[in-house]
């Protein structure tokens, strides 16, 4: 059974830091690509928005313009997790951060793709937020 388990989020101030970890069971980390996405507060589920990604060719993660530069996205194998890296955060980084599968090869990056339908799953969510 494919299980994502997000954890580390909490509550920070500006400028501050978090490492969120999602713990994947069903599937090797390197068998799918696997993101992050997040949902703001009074935004609806359709509206979440992708992070960062990673595939399992490894050397080109995949960042949203918002958090290029400040998020890093890695695995680790033999935990069989994903962390996202956050840092400099910011008020606008407040949202509720979910572990994303397809269980494709490559990244959605928050498009629609009717042929993994099948095949989503989400986290449960964790949420962090950043005081200004």
């Known amino acids: 059974q494919v299980r994502l388990v997000e954890s580390g989020g909490g509550l920070v101030q500006t400028g501050e830091s978090l490492r969120l970890s999602c713990e994947v069971s069903?599937?090797?980390?390197?068998?799918?690509?696997i993101e992050w996405y997040r949902q703001a507060p009074g935004k609806e589920r359709a509206e979440r928005e992708a992070?960062?990604?990673?595939?399992?060719?490894?050397?080109?993660?995949w960042y949203a313009v918002p958090v290029n530069g400040r998020f890093y996205i890695s695995r680790d194998r033999a935990k069989n997790t994903v962390t996202l890296e956050m840092n400099s955060l910011r008020p606008e980084d407040t949202a509720t951060y979910y572990c994303f599968t397809e269980r494709a090869r490559s990244c959605g990056r928050g498009q629609s793709r009717p042929a993994y339908a099948s095949t989503r799953t989400w986290g449960q969510g964790t949420q962090v937020t950043v005081s200004s």
């Open positions: 992070v960062s990604c990673i595939t399992y060719f490894d050397d080109d993660p």
């Open positions: 069903g599937f090797s980390v390197d068998d799918y690509a």
